[in-house]
């Protein structure tokens, strides 16, 4: 069975930086590709980062473009989302995701396109 764990939230102020690990077991890591979600109150989950199963390919949400940075460590099994110059309106429930796919390139956006998600780990930035 597959497990996906987060960690790396916390309380930091606007301008701060964190880093978000997500671990992934069960399976063989090279061969999911993975993504990052989050989730404000009230609002709907949402894209915010993809990295294919190379890894060479990565895709963002324009509201984090230049500001964070998703890769992976396939010994240590796990996924990363640096951000940086990070915002109030980046309060969230950050998820991760992970799926096979035969490709090495594919990235996705779609949450649909995710069968394995964590538990989420809770980020917010104060003003």
């Known amino acids: 069975q597959v497990h996906v764990v987060e960690s790396g939230g916390g309380l930091v102020q606007a301008g701060g930086s964190l880093r978000l690990s997500c671990a992934l077991s069960?399976?063989?890591?090279?061969?999911?590709?993975k993504g990052w979600f989050r989730q404000a109150p009230g609002k709907e989950r949402e894209f915010v980062a993809a990295?294919?199963?190379?890894?060479?390919?990565?895709n963002y949400a324009d509201s984090v473009k230049g500001r964070f940075t998703i890769s992976r460590d396939d010994v240590k099994n796990t996924v990363y989302l640096q951000m940086n110059s990070l915002k109030p309106e980046d309060t969230a429930l950050y998820y991760c995701a992970a799926d096979t796919s035969s490709s090495w390139t594919l990235t996705r956006q779609s949450l649909y396109s995710y069968n394995y998600w964590g538990q989420g780990t809770q980020v917010t930035v104060s003003s």
């Open positions: 069960g399976s063989t890591f090279s061969n999911y590709f």
């Open positions: 990295i294919s199963r190379s890894g060479a390919n990565t």
